[in-house]
T-cell receptor
Framework: KAGVTQTPRYLIKTRGQQVTLSCSPI?????VSWYQQTPGQGLQFLFE???????NKGNFPGRFSGRQFSNSRSEMNVSTLELGDSALYLC?????????????FGPGTRLTVL | AQKITQTQPGMFVQEKEAVTLDCTYD???????LFWYKQPSSGEMIFLIY??????QNATEGRYSLNFQKARKSANLVISASQLGDSAMYFC???????????????FGKGTKLSVIP
């Protein structure tokens, strides 16, 4: 069974631009979550989607948005990029949403904002 | 207060020896899940082991075992017979319900960098 895939793997943008990251979950998984990882802040939760509905959002500005499609694939968008948005963005999928469900992660998209 | 605390920023272990990575957590939710992930320098987060709050026995997965002490709110990862490929960052994480909203957020500790010495 294929794992979680994320595209692109690497991205370089300049301040003020916008970016869209894509995530394809493991087949059959209906929940997708996004995380931002930086050396200073560590791993921070961005959003969680289940069956095309955003169930939860972390403490991030409105420039960060996302969506989930009917095939469970998800995208996240960051508008008006800032230098501080440089990070590894990780996507994770799980079968459902409960405390026992294991999230499996993709390889991440490394975003550099110049 | 931090939800997940990993007090060891870095650890060294001799190859073939066992090592324990510490993790304490804070929650008032009776139902929660505890997870350990490994992150090599490539960046991918690899799931290692899971322990549910209602599980009576400690979880084991091959060379990984979880020393779960519920009353002390600790969930330490034990790696037996360390290998050079175990050198990586290790993250402890907890999944609990978020504000009764039917959403379950995974909260991570700051990680422990493990270096295995030949």
């Amino acid at each position: 069974k294929a794992g979680v895939t994320q595209t692109p793997r690497y991205l370089i943008k300049t301040r003020g631009q916008q970016v869209t990251l894509s995530c394809s979950p493991i087949s059959g998984h209906r929940s997708v979550s996004w995380y931002q990882q930086t050396p200073g802040q560590g791993l921070q939760f961005l959003f969680e989607y289940f069956s095309e509905t955003q169930r939860n959002k972390g403490n991030f500005p409105g420039r960060f948005s996302g969506r989930q499609f009917s095939n469970s694939r998800s995208e996240m968008n960051v508008s008006t990029l800032e230098l501080g948005d440089s990070a590894l963005y990780l996507c994770a999928s799980s079968l459902a949403i409960d405390s026992t469900d294991t999230q499996y992660f993709g390889p991440g998209t490394r975003l550099t904002v110049l | 207060a931090q939800k997940i605390t990993q007090t060891q920023p870095g650890m060294f272990v001799q190859e073939k020896e066992a090592v324990t990575l510490d993790c304490t957590y804070d929650t008032s939710d009776p139902s929660y899940g505890l997870f350990w992930y490994k992150q090599p320098s490539s960046g991918e987060m690899i799931f290692l082991i899971y322990q549910g709050s209602y599980d009576q026995q400690n979880a084991t997965e091959g060379r990984y075992s979880l020393n779960f002490q519920k009353a002390r709110k600790s969930a330490n990862l034990v790696i037996s017979a360390s290998q050079l490929g175990d050198s990586a960052m290790y993250f402890c994480a907890m999944r609990e319900e978020y504000s009764g909203a039917g959403s379950y957020q995974l909260t991570f500790g700051k990680g422990t960098k493990l270096s295995v010495i030949p």
